[in-house]
């Protein structure tokens, strides 16, 4: 069993930047697929990166490539997503999930935060 508390979100002008985090219960952090994913409002719950579970892999989804970086501390059971040059299309609800699997499908994540508001104003 893991659980996955987010912070970090908040209101940003077009531009800036946010880094949320992810903190991870349990001692088995390291075996997960760590994935970020988003929902904005009306939307389906999309996905947005991922990391595996040494941190030695990466994937982006293209509406983020080049802008956002994920990263992991397993010292300190805890994932990052830094936000850079931020687009009011990023506004949503952020969630982090850990999978088993290195995937982008949202079915492949077991356990899911509560998420955490990022609004990104024009």
């Known amino acids: 069993q893991v659980q996955l508390v987010e912070s970090g979100g908040g209101l940003v002008q077009a531009g800036g930047s946010l880094r949320l985090s992810c903190a991870a219960s349990?001692?088995?952090?390291?075996?997960?697929?760590m994935g970020w994913f988003r929902q904005a409002p009306g939307k389906e719950r999309e996905f947005v990166v991922l990391?595996?579970?040494?941190?030695?892999?990466?994937y982006y989804a293209d509406s983020v490539k080049g802008r956002f970086t994920i990263s992991r501390d397993n010292a300190k059971n805890t994932v990052f997503l830094q936000m850079d040059s931020l687009k009011p299309e990023d506004t949503a609800v952020y969630y982090c999930?850990?999978?088993?699997?290195?995937?982008?499908?949202?079915?492949?994540?077991?356990?899911w935060g509560q998420g955490t508001q990022v609004t990104v104003s024009s």
């Open positions: 990391i595996s579970r040494s941190g030695g892999s990466t």
């Open positions: 999930a850990a999978g088993e699997l290195v995937s982008i499908e949202r079915d492949t994540y077991h356990y």
């Open positions: 349990g001692r088995t952090f390291s075996r997960y697929t």
